[in-house]
């Protein structure tokens, strides 16, 4: 695919795969990507966290003024000297809108529909940071909430505040996404972001 950027130059880029984290985190080559990365670029990432499993964000960064690092939509993906222990593998996307839009789809379902342990691609919105997606295993909260990578998916039995669209996904049409050990419910609420 050929994409442009904001001052015209032309540039080759290589489709994402839909959900390919690394096998092993090599925080050299995260430090030198992120080193290239600035406030407002978009970027896909990888994340892996105790509460919310191995999760892929795509988004606009941000920075983080009180450590001088990257946040990720509102995910901090490092420091200002380092990458953060949970960032697996970080990119930058030149064209955001295609990266959304070649994101697996799934069946577009109410949240109150899912359940802990699917598999959602969740379509956000935030003014601060625009659309942005989340993939991964939604996690339960307590008996009426649910969060994917952090952002509620369902909050108090009410779709979340930011969600735009959840889609559950098959197993069989992501792979890798299949394999991914489904989180514990986590037993602590966390403000609706």
């Given at each position: ?163 735009v669209r959840a889609e559950r996904l098959a ?23």
């Amino acid at each position: 695919m050929t994409t442009t950027s904001p001052e015209g130059a032309t540039e080759e880029c290589t489709p994402l795969p839909a959900f390919a984290p690394p096998a092993r985190r090599e925080v050299k080559a995260l430090a030198q990507t992120l080193s290239t990365l600035r406030d407002g670029d978009h970027a896909s990432a990888y994340l892996r966290s105790k509460r919310y499993g191995t999760h892929r964000v795509v988004g606009p960064l941000s920075i983080h003024a009180a450590h001088a690092g990257l946040l990720l939509v509102g995910s901090p993906v490092s420091t200002a000297t380092q990458p953060v222990g949970d960032l697996l593998d970080i990119t930058r996307i030149s064209d955001p809108g295609a990266a959304l839009a070649a994101l697996p789809t799934g069946v577009a379902v109410p949240a109150a529909d899912l359940a802990h342990g699917d598999l959602v691609c969740g379509h956000f919105h935030l003014d601060a940071y625009g659309p942005f997606a989340v993939l991964g295993r939604a996690v339960a909260l307590g008996a009426n909430s649910l969060v994917l990578g952090g952002w509620f998916l369902a909050s108090r039995g009410a779709p979340g505040v930011r969600l735009v669209r959840a889609e559950r996904l098959a197993p069989e049409t992501v792979p890798g996404l299949a394999a991914l050990p489904t989180p514990g419910v986590a037993d602590i609420v966390v403000s609706d972001r």
